[in-house]
Structures are given as structure tokens and as C-alpha cells.
């Protein structure tokens, strides 16, 4: 059966520092991979996504993601946090790029201190 | 880019009511969309798969005749929330794909979802 696991619900960062969503995903077959930012009250947006190719994906807002497939993780980064930032985060995993249902993580809320 | 509009964004109303929501893909054709719950402080859990001119297919555990999904247009799918009650207040996401392409579901806004 195929799973999202995101290690730690809610992380916290000074504004500049380094962001590390860590995501890991199980799976018979390497699945694709996404994450999405949600804000309050508001519907998903996407950041970046895997399929194939470059393991090292660049999303928007100076986002990325390295897929490695060794360590079943998908972890996001971004070098320096800027305030707008803070949002939830959801890994998300298919097998097939849209043709199946998505299975999300539980999420992370990312907070930004001053 | 490609948009799915989800209404109303916020319902409330009292238990007992049916509440109608609209999922649509609105510069592209979606033979398919979801429809997703989410319960406070905590992750998107699908419900139900609709399927365009066929029976929606259900989760584990989703109860078809209190959620009814009709999926009639390439555009539109609609999710009843039938003789609604105060645990069913929740928020309410839809997602479509993009039939002729092979980009990742889109997501709409939400809708916000109070029985009173």
C-alpha cells in the first residue's frame, strides 16, 4: 500500500534560516511526487512535483526537492525563510501523474519567527 | 493557467438541510475529479472519486447516499451534503485533471462548511 509519511507537524525557523520539510513515501513502485502549501482557509497550491528526470526539482517561491529514491524521501528545502512563508505543507504521492488518487501526508505548519 | 472554481467558498446552515457544492474546471475538460475532506489542523483525506457520465467510487468508510457526488458535464461535478448534521462541518476541497493533458490535479479553494 502506498504512504506519505511527514516527519514533524509543526517546525519553526527564524526569518532567513534554512527551511527542511522532511517527507518520506512508501510504495512498491517509485510514485509521483508533490508538494503542495496550503493557506488558511484557502485550497492547495502546488509548489513543485517529481515524475521522472532530475531528481533535484526547483518550484516556485525558492522552493525545491531532491527525490532519492535510496532513502524514500522527498524532502523540501528552501535556503532562506522569508515570513510569507509560514503556511501548511502536504507531501503527496501518485502512482501515475494524475490518473490516480493523491495521497497526502498529514502536513507540516511551517511558522517564521522574526 | 488552468482554474477550478469551487461554491460557494462558505456555507452555514442549520442541521437537517442538504447543501449543494459546485467543483468547476473552467478552462479545461475533467473527466475526473475528487472531492477531499479536511478536518481542522489536519491533512486531506479523499472521499470520493467522481467520474464524469458514471457512478462516483467512494472511499472506504464515505457513506454514497449522505454524500451524493453527480459528475453530469466535463466541467462540472457537484457534492450533496444530504440531511447534513453538526459533524459533518468541515472543509471541503475538490480537485480536477486535466483530461487531454497529463499535468497534476488542480485544486480548488475550498469550501468552508458550519452546520448549526
Known amino acids: 500500500a502506498q504512504s506519505v509519511t511527514q516527519l514533524g507537524s509543526h517546525v519553526s525557523v527564524s526569518e532567513g534560516a534554512l527551511v527542511l520539510l522532511r517527507c518520506n513515501y512508501s510504495s512498491s513502485v517509485p510514485p509521483y511526487l508533490f508538494w503542495y502549501v496550503q493557506y488558511p482557509n484557502q485550497g492547495l497550491q502546488l509548489l513543485l512535483k517529481y515524475t521522472t528526470g532530475a531528481t533535484l526539482v526547483k518550484g516556485i517561491n525558492g522552493f525545491e526537492a531532491e527525490f532519492k529514491k535510496s532513502e524514500t524521501s522527498f524532502h523540501l528545502t528552501k535556503p532562506s525563510a522569508h515570513m510569507s512563508d509560514a503556511a501548511e505543507y502536504f507531501c503527496?504521492?501518485?502512482?501515475?501523474?494524475?490518473?490516480?488518487?493523491?495521497?497526502f501526508g498529514s502536513g507540516t505548519r511551517l511558522s517564521i519567527r522574526p | 493557467g488552468a482554474v477550478v472554481s469551487q461554491h460557494p467558498s462558505w456555507v452555514i446552515c442549520k442541521s437537517g438541510t442538504s447543501v449543494k457544492i459546485e467543483c468547476r474546471s473552467l478552462d479545461f475538460q475533467a473527466t475526473t475529479m475528487f472531492w477531499y475532506r479536511q478536518f481542522p489542523k489536519q491533512s486531506l483525506m479523499l472521499m470520493a472519486t467522481s467520474n464524469e457520465g458514471s457512478k462516483a467510487t467512494y472511499e472506504q468508510g464515505v457513506e454514497k447516499d449522505k454524500f451524493l457526488i453527480n459528475h453530469a458535464s466535463l466541467t462540472l461535478s457537484t457534492l450533496t451534503v444530504t440531511s447534513a448534521h453538526p459533524e459533518d462541518s468541515s472543509f471541503y476541497i475538490c480537485?480536477?485533471?486535466?483530461?487531454?493533458?497529463?499535468?497534476?490535479?488542480?485544486f480548488g479553494d475550498g469550501t468552508r462548511l458550519s452546520i448549526l
Open positions: 480537485s480536477a485533471r486535466d483530461t487531454v493533458s497529463n499535468q497534476p490535479q488542480h
Open positions: 503527496a504521492a501518485t502512482l501515475y501523474s494524475s490518473a490516480s488518487k493523491i495521497i
